[in-house]
């Protein structure tokens, strides 16, 4: 019987030292936010900034990058679309819980009861942006005029 007791105690001692005392843990809310936008952010501020009246199209290009459309009129301008869309989505995290170690130790009996409990929760929120610009230039290739169109839904 104490052969069975001593053993109980090295095995109740090992896991003591490898689990938690007991002490009830919060965790801290996370709020992460994630957005799917190409590495150069291409937000109406950086447009505005980077076109003017009369550039020509090679400078429009390589402040912009190509257009994802590229219409021409019956006079032969050209215009061009971009249209960009960016999906966020954040997310926040929050819960508490509380562990506990125990052992009983009777006649005959040696044992290790552990209590747990937690409450975890997580919401999600998905959001999508949208900005379409439309350059338009004259017939000798510079810049005439551009629009835009900023949505968030």
């Not at 009996?109 to 338009?136: D, N, P």
Request: hydrophobic share 45%.
């Amino acid at each position: 019987m104490l052969r069975v007791m001593g053993v109980a105690l090295m095995a109740l001692t090992a896991l003591a030292m490898g689990m938690a005392t007991g002490v009830p843990r919060a965790e801290a809310e996370t709020r992460e936010v994630k957005a799917t936008a190409p590495p150069a952010a291409f937000t109406l501020g950086m447009v505005q900034k980077a076109l003017r009246p009369g550039m020509p199209q090679t400078d429009v290009a390589e402040r912009l990058g190509s257009p994802n459309i590229l219409t021409r009129d019956a006079q032969g301008r050209e215009a061009w679309v971009y249209d960009r869309i960016c999906s966020e989505v954040e997310v926040s995290a929050g819960g508490i819980a509380v562990g506990g170690l125990g052992s009983g130790a009777g006649n005959t009996f040696a044992g290790l009861v552990g209590i747990s409990a937690g409450k975890r929760s997580e919401k999600a929120r998905t959001s999508q942006r949208t900005l379409t610009v439309v350059v338009r230039f004259s017939s000798a290739g510079a810049v005439e005029s551009f629009t835009w169109h900023d949505s968030r839904f």
